[in-house]
């Protein structure tokens, strides 16, 4: 592409193969629309999947690289030997042309959200929060923990754009009509908490790192009279949050965090922008418990609010560069590694429990017959069993 100019029409069988081979077998039996096509060729980071259309760079990309060996070219044909090429200038170009390809590749998302169901669009639109493409992005290596297994990436993908999902059951455990919306948020099986708790225990074992006096699921000052300003308060006196560190913002001081994890496609958010459902939970979160946490606890609230796809609201974002930092100047690594490393962890933890909201077995299963108490001789005479000779 670099090289050869008008190379495009030679490239269409390869694009063809992409199109019509490839991506069915990624996506399995989902048939892929132009636009869907076209949707996966742009970067993970405005939603796609970075799988690019190799006829439609062709020309462009030879463009690039005349513009990049312009000066070379020049020197070569004029038998200049003397001095070096302007690295200044092809920095500039660089920069240009990434500038150029960034707003190219924003034009052609403002188009196609346009042509997108309404769905898709959300779901799109869900994919571009920081942190939620990060396990699209990284290798799958399964000692670091970045691995799926086929099945596994096969519903990551539908649940990323909202395509139909194969083998769901018609009717839910929990007796209620069952879709993907529904298996996000359904409580049957105990897979919501699940989610919630893998959360909690990642971010108490960061914290561990840093600061001391870790606690999961510490309980709050009960109260003694105090009166607090919203009526949807917790006044419970076996109030708990999630987690607690102290040091984390004030030295000596608490801070206490508590994590809600909402799905963006649930009816009490879908009418909602992103950032208004994030602001809604915080909020929610803040209601319930910042007062009091303030006043009587004398620390300080951290709601970390998260959706199902993995994206992270404003506090929860401010929180984990902080928790990062601070990791950065104890291990003594670049701060940007700690950062990366931190949002493909919890994007792989939100990844595995949706997928296990949506998989997982909600039925009960048989019960195991408890032995501790057994009467094996009573058992064995009142069940008829044949013995045999020692």
């Not at 607090?228 to 006044?235: D, P």
């Not at 649930?266 to 979160?285: D, M, V, Y």
């Not at 418990?289 to 970390?304: A, F, K, M, T, W």
Request: net charge neutral.
């Amino acid at each position: 592409m670099r090289t050869i100019p008008g190379i495009s029409p030679l490239l269409r069988p390869l694009e063809s193969a992409v199109k019509n081979v490839f991506l069915p077998a990624l996506v399995k039996s989902h048939a892929l629309g132009e636009e869907e096509r076209e949707m996966l060729a742009l970067p993970p980071r405005l939603g796609g999947m970075g799988i690019t259309n190799p006829e439609k760079l062709a020309d462009k990309e030879n463009q690039n690289s005349i513009s990049l060996t312009r000066s070379l070219i020049n020197r070569i044909i004029a038998q200049e030997a003397e001095g070096e090429i302007d690295q200044t200038e092809i920095r500039d170009i660089k920069r240009e042309i990434s500038e150029e390809r960034q707003q190219a590749q924003k034009d052609e998302l403002d188009r196609l959200t346009h042509h997108l169901s309404t769905e898709m669009g959300r779901k799109i639109h869900t994919a571009q929060e920081a942190g939620a493409s990060n396990w699209l992005t990284s290798l799958p290596i399964r000692a670091k923990g970045f691995s799926l297994n086929k099945q596994e990436f096969v519903d990551a993908i539908a649940l990323r754009y909202g395509w139909p999902i194969e083998g769901l059951p018609d009717l839910c455990a929990c007796g209620s009509p069952n879709d993907v919306t529904h298996t996000m948020t359904c409580k049957k099986g105990g897979f919501v908490c699940i989610r919630h708790d893998e959360v909690r225990d990642l971010t108490a074992s960061m914290l561990g790192e840093v600061c001391q006096d870790v606690t999961t699921e510490p309980a709050l000052l009960p109260l003694d009279g105090e009166h607090l300003q919203y009526r949807t308060a917790n006044t419970s006196q076996e109030a708990r949050v999630d987690v607690s560190a102290r040091g984390f913002w004030v030295r000596g001081q608490r801070a206490f965090m508590d994590i809600r994890i909402f799905d963006p496609m649930g009816a009490c958010h879908r009418e909602l922008l992103l950032q208004a459902a994030h602001h809604r939970n915080e909020q929610e979160k803040t209601r319930a418990y910042g007062e009091r946490i303030q006043h009587v606890d004398q620390g300080s609230l951290n709601p970390l609010v998260f959706t199902t796809s993995g994206g992270m609201g404003p506090r929860a974002q401010c929180f984990y560069a902080r928790l990062a930092e601070q990791i950065s100047e104890k291990k003594h690594q670049p701060r940007r590694h700690v950062v990366a490393w931190m949002r493909c962890r919890l994007s792989f933890s939100l990844l595995r429990s949706a997928i296990l909201c949506l998989r997982g077995t909600r039925h009960s299963g048989p019960k195991a017959t408890t032995i501790s108490n057994m009467d094996y001789e009573a058992t064995v005479v009142e069940s008829d069993i044949r013995v045999g000779r020692e």
